[in-house]
């Protein structure tokens, strides 16, 4: 249990702790549940968490909005998660007579799809841990960093070794997980990572005789052919600059996706080409799903892309990488994307204060 050592500049307080461990006392079940198109930072913090509760009793059930990528397939665990879009009743029923749910690596209700309405109607005592920015209100226990952190792994790494002092009950799988997460929130340690305990916890997560260079490879060189050539069909056919505003964006329509036989996760990775490129300070990916568009935003520096996803497309995230989502069409959500731009007229262009700082 943790020694109850907590200085007051900590985001969590031993009255929170105490409030969650009396919650942990009184169910036995807890129910996990991860954002639509859950991430390796997602399902790895679920993934540990759950190994570790299950060390206490408790019985888990992960809850997945949908599928997830087949790079992550390997992952300790991964076949107990259950997914609403292939089971909805047996997943909005668990959510709704839980008793304690954690939500991990996500911090508006709407980002977990079908499981919206039965998590605000259900009574369950709402524990959080994530660190994107501006957590919703609706959370009875909330540790949210966003500063200095990688990741939600991270945080439920501290939350296990720090806050509750069990850092000997994190076994090699936990640590398989938690790296993974870490590892891929970070883009293999290039970004959210400029602080030393990301790279501390990464450490004791290596000390632990995993093996960090395979689970490299089982999520990054586990590509099928038609993922790799969707990637150069983005780069060269579909990748737009646009140096007055400093920006460039990058679309794919459902067209394009059926092209190359898509599956979940072919996509991951392709915003990051639309900011590889010197003048480039702000870039979007567009992706044409059922019945809505879904986006991706990165920045270089200070121009605020989770302040761009929440004005202007119903998302959120961090100040660098964030997510939002259109119910146009793609030429009218790209119409909407440009006419924005000009309103940032001293972020958003070349020549602006600190545009080649990069
Ligand atoms: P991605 O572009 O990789 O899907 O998302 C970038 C970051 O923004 C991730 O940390 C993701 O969890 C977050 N994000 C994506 N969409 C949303 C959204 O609609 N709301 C919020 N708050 N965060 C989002
Ligand atoms: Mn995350």
Redesign the pocket.
């Known amino acids: 249990m943790w020694n109850g050592n907590v200085n007051n500049m900590d985001p969590l307080q031993n009255e929170q702790l105490q409030n969650l461990q009396r919650q942990l006392e009184q169910n036995r079940e807890v129910v996990i549940l991860i954002?639509h198109?859950p991430?390796g930072?997602?399902l790895g913090s679920a993934l540990a968490l759950s190994m570790y509760l299950e060390q206490y009793g408790h019985s888990c059930e992960i809850l997945s909005p949908n599928a997830f990528p087949d790079f992550l397939q390997w992952m300790p665990g991964i076949g107990k998660v259950h997914r609403a879009d292939l089971e909805p009743e047996y997943c909005a029923e668990k959510v709704v007579k839980a008793g304690l749910i954690f939500c991990l690596?996500?911090?508006?209700s709407?980002?977990v799809q079908d499981l919206q309405i039965p998590l605000e109607k259900s009574k369950a005592f709402k524990a959080l841990i994530d660190?994107?920015?501006?957590p919703e209100d609706q959370f009875d226990f909330v540790y949210s960093v966003t500063d200095e952190t990688s990741s939600t792994c991270e945080l439920v790494y501290q939350f296990i070794a720090h806050y509750r002092n069990d850092g000997d009950k994190i076994t090699r799988e936990m640590a398989e997980c938690l790296y993974a997460g870490i590892m891929t929130?970070t883009g293999s340690f290039s970004y959210s990572c400029d602080n030393p305990s990301t790279h501390e916890t990464a450490g004791k997560l290596i000390a632990m005789q995993i093996n960090g260079e395979r689970i490299h490879r089982n999520i990054y060189d586990t590509y099928s052919e038609n993922r790799v050539r969707l990637l150069g069909f983005s780069l060269s056919e579909r990748l737009h600059l646009l140096p007055e505003y400093a920006t460039s964006y990058i679309y794919l329509t459902k067209e394009d996706l059926k092209r190359f036989n898509y599956r979940q996760g072919d996509t991951?990775g392709i915003?990051n080409y639309g900011l590889s490129m010197k003048p480039v300070r702000f870039t979007a990916?567009f992706s044409e799903r059922d019945g809505r568009i879904?986006?991706?935003?990165?920045s270089k520096g200070d121009f605020d892309v989770?302040e761009f996803?929440?004005a202007h497309?119903?998302?959120?995230?961090?100040k660098n990488?964030?997510?939002?989502?259109s119910f146009d069409t793609m030429e009218e959500t790209i119409r909407r994307f440009l006419e924005a731009l000009p309103k940032y007229p001293d972020k958003l262009c070349p020549l602006c204060a600190g545009a080649y700082a990069f």
């Not at 690596?105 to 508006?108: A, G």
């Not at 990488?321 to 989502?325: C, F, K, S």
Request: net charge negative.
């Open positions: 954002h198109n991430d930072d997602a690596d996500f911090n508006q709407k980002r660190h994107h920015i501006a929130d991951e915003v990916f879904r986006i991706s935003f990165r989770n996803a929440r497309f119903n998302g959120g995230g961090h990488a964030a997510g939002g989502e």
